[in-house]
């Protein structure tokens, strides 16, 4: 599996973007997907997940102003983010995994099978 992330760019705070993030490879089926963030001096962190029948899990920071979803005919995810402050400046990356159990953990204590390239989100104040 062969992923790409898209859609990041420089916004306002209290605007939003959409990432994209499409997949390539046979054996995506069943596949579920996440989004990570690495914020300038800190570690990787988990900002949402969805699985392949669609159940959605969010960190605290994410919950309530980014909603995920993905498109399995078109083997694509999406993170949509509304909202955004300073602090969700980051470079964000989708990932994907046969365990969903691997890629919704909040702690990112899991090595994840598949990354894409990340994109990168600039929230300015």
């Known amino acids: 599996v062969q992923l790409q992330a898209s859609g990041g760019g420089l916004v306002q705070a209290g605007g939003s973007l959409r990432l994209s993030c499409t997949a390539s490879g046979r054996a995506f089926d069943g596949y579920a997907m996440g989004w990570f963030r690495r914020a300038p001096g800190s570690e990787r962190e988990f900002v949402a997940a969805i699985g392949w029948s669609g159940s959605t899990y969010y960190s605290d920071s994410s919950k309530g102003r980014f909603t995920i979803s993905r498109d399995n005919e078109k083997l694509m995810g999406f993170l949509e983010m509304s909202s955004l402050k300073p602090e969700d400046t980051g470079v964000y990356y989708c990932?994907?995994?046969?365990?969903?159990?691997?890629?919704?953990?909040?702690?990112?204590?899991?090595?994840?099978?598949?990354w894409g390239k990340g994109t990168q989100v600039t929230v300015s104040s």
């Open positions: 990932a994907a995994d046969p365990a969903l159990w691997k890629v919704m953990d909040p702690e990112h204590r899991y090595v994840i099978t598949y």
